[in-house]
């Protein structure tokens, strides 16, 4: 998730791009960067890390008088976030920036190699500005060449591009990615979201999936597939924080509604339509392996123990996984046949990275799954496979335990691909499903209306059960951990079938079990431990497809013919139950206390 900013009119463009990239730097903040056109005088500045750097190379700089400017606050999806791969890219005479993935940029970038084009980065986007510029050759018209641009690309985007062929002129494309025209009078700005133009754009149109076409003199020029298009602008809200939130109370709370869409890019360009396919994995990292095994801490330790049913299940590898704090000290016994995964969101929790570094030091092969590119975890890797779930903000990790629980599915296909382990027919019932998950964690109106309802019986007690079994298992211990960091009431997660023996001694009315119960997986199982649990007068909250008449309250999901999609169903009930228990306490959902986001001691 990158950060976009655009401007074209009379005032002062490198403040109006810095202050608008300042406000998007949650999106991203790897590397940043400010192309602006000024008759034939184009000028590129590029920064690696936070917007600071950039703020202080630009130091010298003014933009007065007309022009056109575009900028961009990274965060790498393709490509180490380096400043050649920073953004705006340039070709010889034009610039873009782009948020997004093209996902046939590959083919492009074959193609575009064919005619002589050289690439001075490693990322997608870089294809967009040289694509602009041999069409331009050989039509030497500016906005048909951006438009037969646009039809060759594949994928998701964003995209603002400047160039010398019609220095007068911002042209934009959108699909996928969310970007906006911001109006005051005759000054035009763009940007991924409301924030960076409240207070200087007053009208807002919020650009729709497909649309594209380009501003000058004032005016926008709209086109769709369907040709020409007009469009209605809206008033712009006025209350900046609540516009970085998108309109949410938390950013907990608008990162278990972007899950859906997050998941998307994800797997963009990775889920095909007969199998994985991971650009960043070659061969021989799994060549000689027999077993995985797995180091992670909290949230990233639960998506791990979910994907060691799947690496077994799917890929019919051994794997073991172990909390990164008490690995490094138990002497463990590493045979360099076995590959060593990584989980991390943030890639520096100090923990995980010494695992890792003893892993490296027994000679072990190793592979990290995580959010952040260029992190000390991913550094000391041999390989990585980002989650691209976007910075997360809350420190309760929602969006980031979803995507590296995606990743993992993948990889377990992705392995199981190599071995030889899975059946035609299995592998396509798994990717269909993997397609659907975007659809499993939309949050409607109704549930959350639901879940907010029914949170206030569960405001006391004395102690909370999540159970589940199989990969419902870490679900429970996830869900538990979310409510206990983010409402201070304490919460297990718990085998349903280990209840009985111990736990249940606990039960009574003021024993909260909150059961994962889904019909694709152990149902009847998992619906005799709740009946003993029902049978010691617990209190019950299933949440299952299935209706079940002991429960005292019950929450029905839509997903019941495949685990997965049942697993990120039930998990965004679980997040959402947290969120708004937390709320009626009181509490501060973001920066719960005691916590911090990133754990870099040991
Ligand atoms: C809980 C949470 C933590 C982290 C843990 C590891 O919501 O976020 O439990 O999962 O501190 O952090 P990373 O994934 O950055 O290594």
């Not at 190699?113 to 294809?127: K, M, P, Y």
């Not at 994928?155 to 494309?173: K, N, Q, R, T, W």
């Not at 079990?513 to 049978?535: G, H, Q, R, W």
Request: overall charge negative.
């Amino acid at each position: 998730m990158c950060g976009i900013v655009g401007y074209i009119g009379k005032k002062e463009k490198k403040e109006i791009l810095l202050d608008g990239l300042q406000d998007l730097e949650y999106r991203g903040y790897d590397s940043a960067g400010i192309a602006v056109v000024e008759g034939k005088s184009l000028q590129n500045f590029k920064a690696v890390g936070k917007l600071t750097n950039l703020r202080e190379k630009t130091r010298n700089y003014h933009s007065e008088g007309f022009g056109a400017a575009i900028g961009h606050t990274r965060w790498a999806t393709h490509g180490k976030p380096t400043e050649l791969n920073a953004h705006p890219h340039m070709g010889q005479y034009s610039y873009v920036v782009h948020n997004g993935i093209i996902e046939n940029y590959q083919a492009l970038k074959k193609e575009l190699a064919a005619e002589g084009v050289t690439f001075l980065s490693q990322t997608d986007t870089e294809t967009i500005v040289h694509l602009f510029e041999q069409y331009h050759q050989a039509s030497n018209d500016p906005f048909g060449a951006f438009e037969q641009t646009v039809k060759r690309l594949e994928g998701a985007y964003a995209i603002l591009l400047v160039s010398e062929a019609d220095p007068d002129a911002i042209f934009f494309a959108k699909n996928g990615s969310p970007m906006l025209i911001g109006f005051d009078g005759e000054e035009i700005y763009f940007a991924s979201s409301d924030t960076p133009i409240i207070g200087k754009a007053k009208e807002v149109y919020y650009l729709e999936d497909g649309d594209y076409g380009y501003v000058k003199e004032g005016k926008v020029h709209l086109f769709n597939q369907s040709g020409a298009k007009s469009y209605s602008t809206q008033p712009l809200p006025t209350d900046k924080a609540l516009a970085q939130k998108d309109g949410y109370r938390f950013f907990m709370e608008k990162e278990i509604y972007e899950q859906s869409r997050v998941m998307g890019e994800t797997m963009m360009g990775r889920v095909l339509e007969d199998g994985i396919r991971f650009e960043e994995l070659n061969d021989h990292l799994f060549e000689g392996i027999n077993a995985i095994k797995i180091c992670a801490c909290g949230t990233s330790y639960h998506s791990a123990l979910a994907s060691s049913y799947l690496f077994e299940r799917i890929a019919k590898i051994r794997c073991d996984v172990e909390i990164a704090s008490e690995f490094r000290h138990k002497e463990p016994l590493l045979t360099n046949d076995t590959l060593f995964i990584t989980i991390s969101q943030s890639g520096e929790t100090a923990d995980t990275l010494e695992a890792l570094k003893m892993a490296k030091r027994a000679g072990l092969r190793s592979l990290s799954i995580c959010n952040v590119d260029n992190s000390s975890i991913v550094r000391e890797s041999d390989a990585t496979l980002l989650t691209r779930a976007g910075i997360e903000k809350g420190v309760a990790s929602t969006k980031a335990f979803a995507t590296q629980t995606m990743v993992l599915w993948m990889l377990s296909l992705w392995i199981a691909q190599q071995r030889n382990t899975i059946e035609t027919d299995r592998l396509r019932e798994e990717l269909d499903a993997m397609l659907h998950t975007p659809k499993a964690l939309i949050v409607t109106d109704a549930l959350h209306d639901r879940i907010h309802r029914l949170s206030k019986r569960y405001l006391h007690g004395h102690g909370f059960f999540f159970i589940g079994r199989d990969l419902f298992f870490p679900l429970a211990l996830e869900g538990a951990l979310k409510l206990k960091e983010i409402s201070y009431l304490h919460a297990e997660g718990y085998p349903a079938g280990e209840m009985k023996h111990g736990p249940i001694a606990l039960a009574d009315s003021e024993l909260f079990t909150i059961a994962l119960m889904p019909a694709s997986l152990l149902y009847d199982k998992v619906k005799s431990n709740v009946e003993e649990l029902s049978a010691r007068d617990a209190t019950i909250l299933a949440i299952s497809p299935r209706p079940f008449d002991l429960a005292d309250d019950f929450i029905q999901t839509q997903y019941d013919s495949h685990p997965m999609l049942e697993f990120f169903e039930m998990m965004v009930v679980t997040q959402l139950l947290a969120l708004e228990i937390s709320i009626r306490l009181g509490n501060d959902v973001d920066m719960p206390r005691n916590l911090a986001k990133s754990v870099t001691v040991e």
